[in-house]
């Protein structure tokens, strides 16, 4: 069955054909995505096989959730040992009282865990427990912190529900004042996103730090993209800023459905005075596979590591570029999660089409994501030769639209 009919089956029984919007044709490649790919059978290492049998290098890495490869060696042996002697019960699988004791030692603000399945949820978890530990309901937020009503202003939202929520311009200390002010005594958190495409500006994290501290409300980092991509204990390890709380994802089970909610003590206490449950929440195949990354980062220097493949990875794009010698597109963001930014959509989209035919899969949009598995030069050396290829194909695309 080819990869058309499995997107036409899916059209029929999946709402919006896809579970993640991110993950939608248009989402992922732009307006003309009939032709590129949507259903895979094998991810293994850096590469993905579609429906149709092609073999594709995959810079999207699940959206930065594997960084150290598809299907890993060492993560798979600890899930399937854990799988073989059930996952989960009516009682606590003992993993999570170990993960729990070693993100508290790796994260800055780490004293005590809580586990959720997506970093959506944890991030809303997060929010639950500021909420109840202040007794306050404003959030000042900025950042993208998933679809959950708390923080959305998309259709089906409540007007109530959005009138607690502020954002703000990401990195904007000025318009950060400003919304904190007017929440005077109802500002229960700040939630903010450490990094968003490039490091923050200075004393940005150590102005929402001072900020919160003279509100008495609870600083909050969304560290899912972060933790275990830049450094093992996110982005405050890097700073020297420490939240009260941080929620991790994406690399801390390499692929596998997990989320931790760390934080003080005093604010994570909270859990006893509100409602946070969800039955799969602590089951162990997750776990284990979070207990081999931090075998891993414990072993290695992962996170330098991902900087250096993914310098590679972007260096290879921008000679590709600088050899095609066309306008209106840059490559940007940080070596482990980096870009290409363009002008002009329908250039991207050419782009995208023409590096999936000579073999890569590149991502619209932010971001393409470095994995260990990428550092062979095989993979580097086809990167750059299908960037060359997708930048051909927009030059021609220029050319007939003169």
Not at 105 to 126: D, I, M, N, W
Not at 170 to 196: C, K, N, Q, T
Not at 304 to 331: F, K, Q, T
């Given at each position: ?17 896809a579970s993640t919007g991110s993950k939608r044709p248009a989402t992922m490649f732009g307006g003309e995505h009939h032709d590129a790919p949507s259903h895979f059978v094998r991810a293994l290492g850096c590469r993905v096989v579609t429906v149709d ?350």
């Open positions: 069955m080819s990869d058309r009919e499995w997107r036409e089956r899916a059209e029929r029984v999946v709402a919006a054909g049998g092609a073999t594709l290098i995959d810079c999207t890495m699940a959206l930065g959730a594997v960084a150290l490869g598809y299907a890993d060696d060492e993560v798979v042996r600890r899930v399937w040992r854990v799988a073989a002697n059930g996952s989960v019960a009516g009682l606590n699988h003992i993993l999570e009282v170990e993960i729990a004791e070693r993100l508290c030692a790796v994260v800055p603000c780490g004293e005590r865990a809580l586990f959720t399945k997506s970093g959506a949820e944890g991030v809303a978890a997060a929010v639950r427990l500021a909420r109840t530990y202040t007794g306050r309901d404003v959030v000042v937020g900025s950042g993208y912190f998933g679809w959950l009503d708390w923080c959305s202003d998309s259709a089906g939202v409540p007007d109530g529900v959005k009138r607690d929520f502020v954002a703000v311009p990401w990195g904007d200390s000025g318009a950060l004042g400003a919304a904190v002010a007017a929440a005077g005594d109802r500002l229960a958190a700040i939630v903010v996103e450490p990094v968003v495409e490039r490091e923050p500006p200075d004393g940005w994290l150590a102005h929402a730090r001072a900020l919160a501290d003279r509100a008495r409300a609870v600083l909050v980092f969304d560290e899912i993209k972060t933790g275990f991509r830049l450094h093992p204990g996110g982005y405050q390890a890097i700073a020297g800023v420490t939240p009260d709380v941080a929620v991790f994802g994406k690399a801390l089970a390499n692929g596998f459905p997990l989320a931790a909610v760390v934080g003080h003590a005093d604010v994570m206490e909270a859990a006893r005075h509100t409602w946070i449950s969800g039955t799969l929440a602590g089951e162990a195949v997750a776990l284990a596979a979070a207990q081999a990354v931090l075998d891993r980062h414990e072993r290695e220097d992962v996170c330098p590591r991902l900087r250096g493949v993914g310098a590679r990875m972007r260096g290879a794009v921008v000679d590709a570029l600088d050899h095609a010698g066309i306008a209106g597109v840059g490559v940007e963001g940080l070596d482990p999660m980096w870009f290409i930014r363009w002008s002009d959509a329908a250039r991207e989209t050419r782009f995208l089409a023409g590096a999936r035919e000579a073999g890569v899969l590149f991502k619209r949009g932010a971001y393409d994501y470095a994995a260990l598995a990428h550092d062979d030069e095989e993979a580097i050396s086809a990167i750059g030769q299908a960037a060359a290829a997708g930048f051909d194909a927009v030059r021609r695309l220029d050319t007939e639209g003169q």
